[in-house]
């Protein structure tokens, strides 16, 4: 298995105990963030979504919900939120074949 800490594009793809604020949402991936970014329009995406639609787009990051071009000195890590979703309550990524185990994100491999 992968550990948290490989690349991987996209969000955290696990099941979890309540439903996933949109605060924690990638609105890209639609995925529990990984390593989030916070725009200068107060949004927040995946760091690997990001960099994946800048190479799409010639070099340039456009804000999936409002479409402000942003300059990467215009975006920075957001370790708070990075926690945050760190700490949220999943499922064992083998519940459907009966494990009972539930944990912080931050303690199982995805």
């Given at each position: 298995m992968e550990s948290l800490d490989a690349e991987k594009f996209g969000g955290f793809d696990v099941h979890f105990l309540q439903e996933l604020s949109?605060?924690?949402?990638?609105?890209?991936?639609?995925?529990?963030?990984r390593k989030p970014i916070l725009t200068k329009c107060g949004h927040r995406l995946c760091l690997s979504c990001s960099e994946e639609m800048r190479k799409r787009k010639n070099g340039v990051l456009v804000c999936p919900l409002d479409n402000t071009n942003l300059k990467p000195e215009?975006?920075?890590r957001d370790k708070a939120i990075e926690r945050a979703v760190l700490?949220?309550?999943?499922?064992?990524n083998n519940f459907l074949k009966s494990c009972q185990w539930t944990g912080e994100l931050k303690r199982i491999d995805v």
């Open positions: 949109d605060d924690h949402e990638c609105p890209i991936c639609k995925l529990a963030l215009q975006t920075f700490q949220l309550k999943v499922k064992c």
